[in-house]
């Protein structure tokens, strides 16, 4: 039967592939989002561009496969942006370019003029020029359609780039006038030559985006270890001064900014509501000196990877009482003092400590402090054993805690878990990979937790167990039913498999997805920490309480 009425459907098909189109795809849909569409083919773009005209909203997760065929794909795209006219948000992530080149000169004569938000996932450069350079005389010469793409009128614009350059960024400010957010991240394989590099310059360039309030520029550094070092605390400077009203402001590989143009951010934009410089190893304590003299009301501050801040930075970040999450990725230098002033924030949901020098002494402070955490990574932190795990949810912190992150702690034993387990708090996503004296018994003891009196594997969501060396096969029919009936996310070692075993847990448990790979169970749920809490704190659906009930 067709549900008339049904307007927004958001699925993953992980599990399905052409033949589920029909069910799918409905004339009266307005948003459509499909995740991990590794089993479609370019037919996908050409049914929904057929079929739901009416779209508003779409977001395509396209797993790249080659036999799909790079042109089936670009003839897909062409058909599925002229059909969908009334488009205001489009969203194409796939991994590396499904698409020709000349399909993106295209998108101009397509894309409807409705079109508000933009994210193509990867793309080149030079392709996605194509795009912003036509002007309307071109557009209109091209004999491509009547209708025409003002860029003016868009206003949300996310891209993976080959790199990111100047040239690039003066097209985008001199283009797209009304940009409220602009995210730009690139993934150089190689050093850029200066002449196709970001320098003070296009930094400056950002600021003719007067509208502009979230901006985000990032170089990866997966591929190669480039960073923006054309840039420096002039270029920041520069922009700073006229992205005054800017409420978000994301710098990553930008190894030559210093404490000045820290500075020069915090006291230009006093409508920063969200701070983050991530692999800025100039970066000191003397950035947040003189941060509580500042009228700032920052909720979100990241310093990953930003190794030269220690305790005092942490201090004077605890002054910022609104603060909701707070990223230490990397920060070797921050230990149990700056632990001490974290744990007074009362507004603090999300903490990430990795590779920090924490002890079991800083854990027990948190634990019981007035720090009201939900998420907490202590992942790489071999400072802390059994004893500071059982201090940590031994206070305050076991009644809000949901997702905890214990990986490569090298001295986690099961007592660790056991003491979870005891605790009684409501774990929705726990990490242990590679806890190499994590065994049997953990996973038998998160077994044994239940929710409301209900199942056997209380509120696990996601468990991650990838090498914990002292999981052996036994453990493989802890997951089998009744137990874990929420989990959907299950990250396991080689040890734990066989072939036998995959095919049972699949045919059991068809909405849990199993990586065995080892490959991070984040980029499945979501490539942003935060996000993969907005899954977890949905309520259980009337459909999946029936379907526990009959498994009782």
Sequence with gaps: SCNLTLQSLRLDCSNLDDAALECILKPQLQELYLENCDHFSANLLV????????????????????????????IGLEQLLRGCSLLESLSLKCEGSCFDSHVYATIPCCVAPTLKYLDLGYVTERDVKQIFNLNVSQIAHSGQGKRTFSCANLEKLYLVLDRITDSFVMTISKNLLCLTELDLRDEPSEEPLVAF??????VQQIGSCSMLRRLSLVRSQDWYPASFRRVNDLGILLMAEKCTNMESIRLGGFSR??????????????????????Q?????????LDLPATPLTLISVSLASCTLISDYSLIHLAYCRNLEVLNLKGCRSVGDSGLKAVSRLCRLKTLVLNGSDVSDAGLS????????LVQLSLRGCQRVSDYGIAALVDGFIAHTLEDLDLSSITSL?????????????????LRLRECPLIGDTSVMALASMTFKGRGFGGTLRLLDLWNCRGISLLSAGWFRKPYFPRLRWLG???????????????????????IWHGNELDRYVS??????????????????????DGDR
């Design 365 to 372: 402070i948190l634990g019981k402090g007035l720090a009201p």
């Design 492 to 514: 396991i070692g080689w040890n734990l498999l066989s072939q036998t075993v995959l095919d049972t847990l699949r045919k059991e448990r068809p909405s849990m997805r199993i």
């Design 197 to 202: 590099d970001l320098t003070n310059w296009g």
């Design 47 to 74: 049914e929904i561009g057929q079929h739901c005209t009416d779209l508003r909203l779409l977001s395509l997760e396209l797993g790249w496969q080659a036999d799909k065929g790079v042109g089936n794909c670009s």
């Design 413 to 429: 034993t099961d007592n660790a878990i056991l003491a979870l387990v005891r605790s009684g708090m409501q774990i929705i996503g």
């Design 280 to 288: 800025t190893s100039q970066l000191t304590d003397l950035a947040f």
């Design 527 to 548: 490539e942003d920490f935060d996000e993969l809490g907005k899954s977890y704190y949905e309520e259980e659906d009337e459909l999946e309480r029936w379907l526990m």
């Design 257 to 278: 900014i210093t404490d000045a143009g820290c500075r020069a951010i915090l006291h230009s934009c006093m409508n920063l509501h969200v701070f983050e410089l991530l």
